[in-house]
């Protein structure tokens, strides 16, 4: 698609702030156990990024990072980018949303969960219910759902799986274009 369908002018300089939240929850069903954390704006960011390959949205609030890869060849022109998009796994390889998420960890290594790891239990979307083609700002929600993973907390005992949840919002991202 060329750049001129993406770009209508520069910015504006009354460009409405951008805003994100970004939810989290773990929930052991074998210890009847949760852990969540909301992330509201301004604590949680959100960017979103062009590239020739996928269209990216990153959402970030310590110690939460979470990642959608939209596949930009199967995505409609931008007039039409409003839309659910289901995200890939193991059940659904082909979906033109994959995911990946970090949790920091203190002092270890960043843990969580991409989607070559996910388990086949995957559910959920990316939707992004607006993109203003002036102003080049998008906004929507997701919801992403993992049963049978790993405590990427590691807070619970060894061996013992979680379902992780993420859920959040965002309003007038800006889009970069690369």
């Known amino acids: 698609m060329p750049v001129s369908e993406l770009y209508a ?6 460009d409405p702030a951008p805003a994100a939240s970004l939810g989290r929850y773990f929930f052991f069903p074998s210890l009847g156990l949760g852990d969540s954390q909301l992330h509201p704006p301004p604590e949680a960011t959100a960017e979103a990024t062009l590239t020739a390959a996928a269209l990216v949205l990153r959402f970030r609030a310590w110690p939460d990072d979470l990642r959608f ?18 995200l890939r796994s193991l059940a659904q390889p082909l979906a033109p949303a994959g ?11 960043r843990a969580g969960l991409g989607t070559g790891e996910l388990a086949a239990q ?13 102003r080049q700002l ?3 929600y997701y919801e992403v759902r993992a049963a049978g ?12 799986t979680c ?16």
């Open 69 to 86: 890869e939209l596949d930009r060849a199967r995505l409609p022109g931008p007039a039409a980018w409003a839309a659910p998009y289901a």
């Open 122 to 134: 995957l559910a959920g979307s990316v939707t992004i219910t607006g993109y203003d083609a002036r």
């Open 138 to 140: 998008l906004s929507g």
């Open 163 to 178: 379902t992780i949840l993420l859920a959040g919002d965002f309003d007038n991202v800006k889009l970069r274009v690369r």
């Open 9 to 14: 002018g520069p910015p504006e300089a009354t």
């Open 99 to 109: 995911v990946r998420y970090r949790y920091a960890r203190r002092r270890a290594a």
């Open 149 to 160: 993973q790993p405590d990427p907390a590691r807070a619970a005992p060894a061996g013992t």
